[in-house]
């Protein structure tokens, strides 16, 4: 991590501008406006095509003295370098952010907890999608005139930009804003101000334009698993964006302490508008409202109350008899089971092994279309290209980026790596990555109650040629045998398990029972998540698990499971997912850890 500074303005409270180099090298400006001891942190996030600049004129309305104010330039904006409007991925964008808040609240000593982020229209859907997907522990949300459905104006424009796209795979294609100053603000000096400005762009990229719609679908449809304290500013006459899906949010909004303001007649610029006073004293009242300091309560209960637990007690009821996706799901079940179906070998293990079974993950990493006769594999591929299937093999690849992480992180602490996967399978991940690195004193024990997977495990270790890898059947939730791992664990692996367990003590077990391993050595806890999944309702009415019954699955969004690690003596230091927001991957220490 880079932080290269270049103060322009010294005294408190007056802006300096700096580059940090973000995960990928991307060197993004930013201002700070820093007071000599600040305690906590505001984090500003423009609108689309803006930058950091628009801020200037009115930090000092929502600052107080002891608060640093970061503002940044996204990528191919301002003065941040890339093409302007584009970024690979509106994913990229929400990392940015996580990416972004950590490393300046952690260079400046402020908490997360005295951490409050405002966002602008585009940005505040992925800040939005951040508290989702990430679960920072920040103090306050602040959503200005959130961008959840842009008018487009013209007729089915996101189908049609979804055909471009697809006719142009892999290119670049960019469309131009109809936005003028005048549909922004009544403000005559501000629409001047805003027309005169030679660093505001106005091209967007498509695959931003269409991820910010699928992104936006996504987090209305889960706004429940947000709890932060959040306050959402709505513009009366906006021209840019639908008010009705801001207050669909808001109304879905997990939050135990939410607000909604609506500003009658103003446009989507509410902090450059005519009347803006009345919108930072809106923000100001709510910054400074002292509910915001008390804790939220951890989600330790979930499993018994709430959102996830009634999702999952309608998930394994039985659709009413009138209900057409009851008839819709029996068609796709008798299809699954058909000799047709059956051509296709994925679709076979999954019917052998569970949908869920180590077997099926491993045929899912080597996605390669088999089965007998052409049509065999042609419904194959279209089986390992089921959107969750896509996910799995996203997670793969981001455990084992950030197992290499781990690993890295304690051989350059001169500290011995010793990994346990709790629950393996044939536990491809894990090899793949030990026979990359070829790092010798790494030794791996793999875990699993299958002991066929662990035959599979044995026979591929042996072909990398991996002689510190042992292999022992035991049961991932066996306090027990799991506090008492010799040699005890440096990392330890929990991946693809506690998304099949929908009771949270048990998986509270297995949590403590690692932690008690690990506490007198240190160390680090990879552990996966599944928060979201657009096709649950399907899984749990079509597909069969390991036990050959529905695979009806509790989902824990990350706040709950990041609740669990905490509760169990681990702290977060980083998370990964899928530009899907299905599956997530983080690494968590206790102790000595990194």
Not at 70 to 88: C, I, N, T, V
């Amino acid at each position: 991590m880079t932080l290269a500074t270049s103060a322009l303005q010294t005294p408190a409270l007056m802006p300096t501008e700096h580059t940090i180099a973000l995960y990928d090298g991307t060197p993004l400006f930013y201002r700070i406006w820093l007071p000599p001891q600040p305690t906590r942190a505001l984090f500003l996030f423009h609108r689309g095509h803006e930058h950091s600049g628009r801020f200037l004129d009115f930090v000092d309305h929502l600052a107080d003295a002891d608060t640093a104010v970061f503002a940044w330039d996204a990528r191919g904006h301002g003065q941040s370098p890339g093409e302007r409007g584009y970024a690979p991925s509106f994913a990229h964008t929400i990392r940015d952010i996580d990416f972004f808040v950590r490393t300046l609240t952690a260079a400046h000593n402020i908490g997360l907890e005295a951490t409050t982020v405002l966002a602008h229209s585009v940005a505040s859907v992925a800040a939005a999608a951040w508290v989702h997907d990430y679960a920072p522990p920040i103090r306050a949300l602040v959503l200005v005139a959130p961008a959840f459905r842009v008018k487009l104006y013209v007729p089915f424009a996101i189908e049609g930009l979804r055909l471009l796209q697809s006719v142009r795979p892999g290119k670049k294609s960019f469309v131009k804003s109809y936005v003028r100053s005048r549909m922004l603000t009544h403000d005559p000096v501000h629409a001047a101000s805003y027309d005169a400005d030679p660093l505001i762009a106005k091209s967007i990229a498509v695959n931003i334009l269409l991820e910010l719609h699928d992104t936006s679908t996504r987090i209305l449809q889960d706004a429940a698993a947000i709890r932060a304290p959040t306050l959402i500013l709505s513009a009366g006459s906006d021209w840019v964006v639908k008010p009705a899906a801001q207050r669909a949010f808001f109304n879905r909004l997990g939050s135990p302490f939410k607000r909604f303001q609506n500003f009658p007649g103003m446009y989507h610029d509410l902090m450059h508008e005519g009347e803006r006073d009345r919108v930072f004293a809106t923000i100001r009242e709510f910054m400074d409202d002292p509910a915001l300091d008390s804790p939220v309560l951890p989600l330790l209960d979930a499993d018994r109350r709430g959102f996830t637990h009634d999702e999952y007690v309608r998930l394994s009821s039985p659709l009413p008899v009138l209900s057409p996706r009851r008839y819709s799901f029996a068609a796709q079940r008798l299809f699954l089971h058909s000799p047709l179906a059956r051509l296709s070998q994925g679709i076979r293990i999954g019917q052998d092994t569970g949908f869920n079974s180590g077997g099926t993950l491993d045929y899912i990493y080597e996605n390669r279309p088999r089965g007998p006769l052409v049509l065999g594999k042609i419904i194959d591929r279209f089986y390992l290209g089921a959107i969750g299937w896509r996910g799995i093999r996203v997670r793969k690849l981001h455990i084992q980026e950030l197992l290499k992480q781990a690993i890295g992180t304690l051989q350059s602490q001169g500290r011995p790596v010793h990994i346990v996967d709790i629950a393996s399978g044939p536990g491809r991940y894990l090899l793949e990555t030990l026979a990359a690195l070829q790092s010798p004193g790494v030794s791996a024990l793999l875990r699993d109650y299958d002991v066929a997977n662990l035959n599979q495990a044995r026979i591929a270790a042996q072909s990398f040629g991996l002689s510190s890898v042992s292999f022992a059947q035991g049961d991932a939730f066996d306090r027990s045998s799991l506090a008492l791992l010799t040699p005890a664990p440096t990392i330890a692996i929990a991946s693809g398990i506690f998304e099949l367990i929908p009771d949270n003590q048990q998986v509270l077990t297995s949590l403590r029972s690692l932690a008690a391993a690990m506490q007198a050595n240190g160390g680090v806890l990879l552990y996966t998540g599944q928060p979201w999944h657009p096709q649950l309702e399907m899984i749990a009415r079509v597909l069969t698990g390991m036990d050959h019954k529905p695979w009806v699955m509790r989902r824990r969004t990350q706040l709950e499971l990041d609740d669990l690690v905490r509760e169990a003596g681990f702290r977060k230091t980083d998370t990964r997912i899928d530009p899907f927001g299905i599956f997530t991957v983080s690494l968590a220490t206790i102790g000595g850890g990194p």
